[in-house]
């Protein structure tokens, strides 16, 4: 049976370090198997956070060599033999221990999100909507909340505007409300302001990390803010708009 | 022992998965204000994972289909041991509950016509299923999240209960303490729902969580609540055999609803040689009359045998295996490619070809899955009133997974999401309702402190076991004494041996601090998970026959007698029994509609 050693944050926000384990692997075992592995041997008290251990929960984000990933989807055997495979915890969030970071603020960003409200029903037994009108949005609905596009996100990685930028996994929340064929909430004054929709400037990094395979970039933001620009710095068409469709555009 | 944290709350519910969640938005209804307690963060509950979808007769693709043929095959799955008052008003309140959630933004797959489309799955008559992909837990969650939050439940995530408290015989609060931190925090209520979910984390093969402990039924255990009909643990015939870190991850009966086929070695589609009695001539009988109904033509062919129960699909695995016809790691094939195309099952089933591809190099457009039982639902929990879902403790509710009841001894696939919304609702409104006529009690400082103490022990002591082989240890018992084959010889070791481990369990020792510490977290588990365990092992002897999930080597009929009674365990005199309790008398209208269909 092999060996890999593995180098894992172990500490707080304010003191911390990596810690070499070495730890045996079967064939195809995930980089989640192996801090299980840990915590039933040396160390029961190293923290991580983890529920369906086949990527349906989005418990499992942190970074390994250096980049966003559910833990449980990546095997070790991706990774070159001989080679220590370093498991930190997701960059972008404040530290709680070791891989578990505090993640409210993506809770708070989604109470923000003005909620959805259906048009009246369309029969007694409710709403018609054609499987093509509900794709776009159901490609919205893939997201598990891993939080590792907003890792990723320069925005909130580096620049720390959590409080200005709702971040990209908020637009695809907005985008999965507002792409809801029988949605009529308008959101666009909150995606200008309140979710800051304009820091992005499309580098696709979100897109790139997302385990769901979101286009998160094209799909969600761009066309969001398309209707943003529409709104505030088109006002004929705006108008037109305006007249036209009676007030829903968000 | 200081308690920095204490919130009042008119109803507290404990668990966020779809019966909590649905729970909350009915008493906040109501006007009330209500706490949402849950161990995980929000939105990764149980819930989240499920995939085929949500059984509701909603008649759409198929118009013959409505409550009563819903009725029948939940209580014929059941095999007799549902409550038939429980079986009734899910059958007919699911489909209510599955359209309003189009209302707060959840999106069902379409029919051509615009409407809610339907799957066909085990043990239902008629293609029932609405669902999304195989992502429906997803979808429900979300929903009912997003409609919880922004109608404004006060969210306290990251909290574990560890103990509930009565006063005067009446619920009245719950200690819990914060992963983040471990510190300790009290939550006041007039009314508590408990919607915990189950406890499959006793066995090593399963596809549940950490947070499958047990729990809910622990703490309402220890208050005087009945455990009812916990030798029914459901094993799943379809969870993933190899490689062996994914053993137990679930393949869902989706893809049998899409077309799927089971073989073996010898590449046999076995299933035809399981047919029960109680179903001969519901299913096809032929490849050629099986195939025709996976082309389309549904009204004039019946469903292939893999669509049979759980129960019976899961010990024909076991049976072929047994007989030297297993796969190459010990389970059967199951084979989508070979009825479908490669686009119809990336669009229909998108997370079992990731899930394969990624986690066992498997193209499931193109190669057969292995596949084998793991354990994944039970039946049995806290007996619940059929139509409130009080437990025995005046003022607690129990409603989802954690309750018992409604599936007897199996569950049809996609009746538990459905459960969720139907009970999940009832609870929270009878919650309400009595919250309204209950006063907020004063709870004994010194009980809490009992309780704090309790909690914190193995920090006080050096070199015991680590908390984690105390949880193997029991998952290995539990799978080989306890699991889908059981004999009284291996169920009386099984009770002794989960004694022995209450032992080790008092002599565990943890290292770190409090503050998001597993070695500790898991410790606190354990306590309820090895005293559900132990419920479930002494149950299991208890029924002396095989019916349903339960299968008794030594008892391999299915006894009429036995079907009139269901099993009890209590606390009395300190020590845990079961018992016999006799099962509602099903009036006759409904006799003559199980027995004779709609
Ligand atoms: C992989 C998988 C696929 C499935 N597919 C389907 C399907 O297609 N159709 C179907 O009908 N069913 C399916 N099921 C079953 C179904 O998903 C579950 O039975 C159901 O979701 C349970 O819901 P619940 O609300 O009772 O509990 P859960 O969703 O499990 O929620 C339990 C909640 O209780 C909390 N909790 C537990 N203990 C404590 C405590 N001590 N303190 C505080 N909070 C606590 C947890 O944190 C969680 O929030 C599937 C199950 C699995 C595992
Ligand atoms: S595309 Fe926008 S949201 Fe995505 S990572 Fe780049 S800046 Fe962030
Ligand atoms: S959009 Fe993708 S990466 Fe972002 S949170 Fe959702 S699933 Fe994760
Ligand atoms: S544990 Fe659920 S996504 Fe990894």
């Known amino acids: 049976m092999a060996r890999r050693t593995f180098e894992v944050y172990r500490g707080t926000a304010a003191d911390g370090k990596l810690e070499n ?26 923290a991580v956070r983890w529920n369906c251990k086949a990527g349906k929960c989005g418990s499992c984000g942190c970074e390994i060599n250096g980049r966003p990933k559910l833990s449980c989807m990546t095997r070790i055997s991706d990774y070159p033999d001989g080679e220590s495979i370093t498991v930190t915890p997701m960059k972008a969030f404040p530290i709680i221990k070791d891989l578990v970071t505090d993640v409210s603020q993506n809770y708070r960003a989604n109470k923000k999100i003005p909620q959805f409200r259906p048009r009246p029903k369309d029969a007694e037994d409710g709403w018609r909507m054609y499987q093509f009108e509900v794709d776009k949005a159901q490609e919205m609905r ?61 580098t696709k990094c979100c897109t790139e990390v997302c385990p769901e395979h979101i286009t998160i970039t094209d799909n969600a933001i761009i066309p969001l803010k398309e209707r943003v620009v529409d709104r505030y710095y088109d006002p004929i068409k705006a108008l037109v708009r305006l007249v036209r469709r009676g007030g829903k555009n968000g | 022992m200081e308690i920095r944290e204490r919130y009042d709350h008119d109803v507290l519910v404990i668990g966020a998965g779809g019966a909590g969640l649905r729970a909350a938005i009915a008493a906040q209804e109501e006007g009330l204000s209500v706490g949402l307690v849950c161990k995980s963060l929000l939105g990764k509950a149980h819930t989240v994972m499920a995939e085929g979808g949500i059984a509701a007769a909603l008649g759409v693709v198929r118009d013959e289909d409505n409550w009563r043929v819903h009725f029948r095959d939940t209580m014929r799955g059941g095999k007799g041991l549902n409550d038939y008052r429980m079986a009734q008003i899910h059958a007919t309140e699911a489909p209510d509950r ?17 409407r809610m489309n339907q799957r066909p799955f085990g043990g239902h008559t008629y293609a029932r299923l609405a669902h999304v992909g195989d992502r429906t837990g997803l979808e429900l969650i979300r929903t009912l999240q997003d409609h919880a939050v922004h109608e404004g439940a ?41 919607a915990t979910g189950g406890i499959g984390k006793a066995w090593k093969v399963t596809s549940n969580s950490w947070e499958y402990s047990g729990d809910g039924m622990a703490m309402a255990y220890d208050l005087g609540a009945e455990l009812l009909g916990l030798e029914f643990v459901q094993f799943h015939p379809t969870g993933m055999v190899w490689p062996p870190s994914v053993r137990g991850t679930l393949v869902t ?139 025995a403790v005046p003022g607690l509710y129990a409603a989802g997974e954690v309750a018992a009841g409604l599936h007897g001894g199996n569950r049809l696939g996609g009746n538990s999401l459905s459960d969720l919304v139907v009970f999940g609702k009832r609870a929270g409104e009878a919650a309400a309702k009595s919250a309204t006529a209950a006063e907020l009690a004063e709870i004994s400082e010194s009980d809490l402190e009992t309780a704090i103490t309790e909690s914190l022990a193995p920090f006080q002591r050096q070199g015991g076991h680590n908390p984690f082989e105390v949880q193997e240890q029991l998952q290995r018992v539990m799978q080989d004494k306890v699991g889908i084959a059981r004999t009284a010889e291996g169920l009386q070791e099984a009770i002794e041996d989960v004694r022995g481990l209450r032992g080790s369990l008092k002599a565990c020792s943890v290292s770190g601090d409090r503050a998001y510490n597993p070695g500790w977290n898991t410790w606190l588990d354990l306590r309820s998970l090895l005293l559900v365990s132990e419920a479930v092992a002494i149950s299991a002897l208890g029924r002396e026959e095989t019916r349903g999930a339960h299968t008794r080597i030594d008892f391999p009929e299915t006894d009429p007698e036995q079907q009139k009674n269901n099993t009890l365990v209590t606390e009395e005199d300190g020590r845990m029994v079961a018992r016999k309790d006799p099962i509602p008398v099903v009036p006759e209208d409904l006799q003559t509609l199980i027995k004779e269909g709609v």
Request: aromatic share 10%.
């Open chain 1, 21 to 46: 384990y070495d730890v045996e692997v079967e064939p195809g075992m995930v980089v989640l198997d192996a801090i299980f592995r840990i915590q039933a041997g040396e160390s029961p008290d190293l």
């Open chain 2, 253 to 391: 009966e989706g893809v049998r609803g899409e077309g799927g086929i089971l073989t073996n070695s010898e590449g046999e589609r076995f299933m035809f040689r399981y047919v029960p009695e109680m179903f001969q001539g519901d299913y096809a009988e032929t490849e050629d009359e099986a195939d025709r109904w996976v082309g389309g033509d549904r009204v004039n062919n019946r469903r292939p045998p893999e669509l049979l129960t759980r129960d019976v699909v899961a010990k024909a695995i076991t049976a072929e295996v047994e007989a030297g016809r297993g796969s190459p790691h010990g389970g059967a094939f199951l084979d989508i490619a070979a009825k479908r195309s490669p686009e119809y099952i990336k669009k229909k089933l998108p997370s079992m070809y990731h899930q394969f591809k990624e986690l066992a190099e498997v193209d499931i457009t193109a190669q057969a899955m292995e596949v084998g039982p793991t354990t994944h639902y039970v039946m049995g929990g806290i007996k619940v009133h059929p139509e409130t879902a009080e437990t």
């Open chain 1, 142 to 202: 893939k997201c598990i909340e891993c939080f590792l596009c907003q890792d990723v996100c320069h925005v909130l990685r580096s620049h720390g505007k959590h409080e200005e930028f709702a971040g990209p996994a908020y637009m695809v929340r907005t985008a999965a409300f507002s792409m809801n064929p029988i949605d009529t909430v308008d959101r666009i004054e909150f995606l200008k302001e309140t979710g800051g929709i304009g820091y992005c400037n499309i």
């Open chain 2, 98 to 114: 599955v359209r309003e959630m189009e209302g707060w933004g959840a999106l069902f797959d379409r029919t051509d016509d615009g």
């Open chain 2, 154 to 194: 006060d969210v306290y995530m990251e909290c574990t209960i560890v103990k509930l408290f009565a006063v005067d015989g009446r619920v009245a609060g719950a200690l819990g303490y914060w992963r983040p931190t471990g510190e300790f925090v009290l939550f006041r209520a007039r009314s508590i729902v408990l």
